[in-house]
């Protein structure tokens, strides 16, 4: 695993120097990942980057998840991974900050190279995987390296200057990019929880009716004040009201009053009804004395 780039004026490469220094080559591949590595350059430094990638690979896939597709888009001035749909810039990498690239001879899908992190000033190494345009991706790296080392001679290194400062503004544009679009993510969030806010609140001087309580068969208790009150209405009048109960006592038509067996007294009969009661009593007490 190794691709080394001469600078012969005789070679022959595979675009025209205006393609990489005033636009860009694309591909599409598969990214694996980058990991951290310990040194800039080697191939025995990539091999073991591109077996512990693999080996993770193979257990994202065990787990049902798709390796990621990017687009690279490789000029003069460095390889940028973006996301192929959005064309969002996932990693810029400067071409000045690129110490080694490399296709994989016995798995000629993958290719990598090794870039040194703006921030953290760590090595990474990038692996991905192309199944037709490995070589010639790195071939292409390769141009772009020379055509970079052409510019610096002929600039007398002002050119390298001058992209760092571009390749800072950059990075500077995408960093405001990113910070405004979690603003207005933010922003967004603000405005749904206010609107949820406005739905849920009564408006002012509106009074919620309270249920009453219950009891634990879920039964509302009996109040002998409060039941009036909780009849509804019908056609916006009010039910007649219950007539109160009197102690007077109650006659039937004939005007006699009700029979009461266990209110009955001596006294309770009228003279001539009475004294024959008492005769017939009497009597029988007799019959019996003789019996």
């Known amino acids: 695993m190794n691709r080394a780039f001469s600078r012969k004026k005789d070679k022959t490469w595979m675009h025209t120097p205006e393609a990489l220094s005033k636009h860009y080559i694309p591909y599409n591949a598969k990214f694996l990942g980058s990991t951290e590595v310990e040194q800039p350059k080697g191939t025995e430094v990539v091999r073991d980057a591109v077996r512990k990638l693999k080996f993770a690979r193979h257990i994202k896939k065990s ?9 690279l888009q490789i000029s003069i001035y460095g390889v940028k991974i973006l996301e192929p749909k ?3 810039v996932q990693h810029n990498c400067q071409l000045h900050r690129i110490s080694f690239c490399a296709d994989d001879k016995t798995d000629k899908r993958i290719f990598t190279f090794i870039c040194k992190d703006s921030e953290s000033n760590k090595h990474l190494c ?14 292409t790296i390769g141009q772009a390296f020379d055509l970079a080392y052409r510019k610096f001679l002929e600039s007398g290194g002002k ?3 001058t992209r760092k400062q571009i390749a800072g503004l950059q990075k500077r544009i995408q960093d405001l990019e990113t910070e405004n679009m979690e603003l207005k993510n933010k922003v967004q969030d603000l405005e749904n929880q206010l609107r949820i806010t406005q739905v849920s609140t009564p408006p002012a001087g509106s009074v919620t009716p309270k249920s009453p309580s219950t009891d634990i068969f879920d ?6 004040v409060s039941h009036q009150s909780s009849i509804p209405t019908h056609n916006g009048m009010q039910p007649p009201p219950v007539p109160s109960r009197s102690n007077e006592i109650k006659r039937d038509l004939f005007g006699a009053e009700p029979f009461d067996p266990f209110n009955c007294g001596a006294g309770d009969f009228p003279p001539d009804i009475q004294s024959k009661l008492d005769e017939m009593q009497r009597q029988r007490w007799r019959g019996s004395k003789w019996d």
């Open 126 to 139: 990038y692996v991905f995987d192309s199944e037709k345009c490995a070589e010639e991706i790195t071939l």
């Open 159 to 161: 050119d390298v200057e």
């Open 219 to 224: 039964m509302i208790p009996f109040s002998p």
């Open 86 to 88: 959005t064309k969002e």
């Open 63 to 71: 787990e049902g998840q798709k390796i990621p597709k990017v687009e």
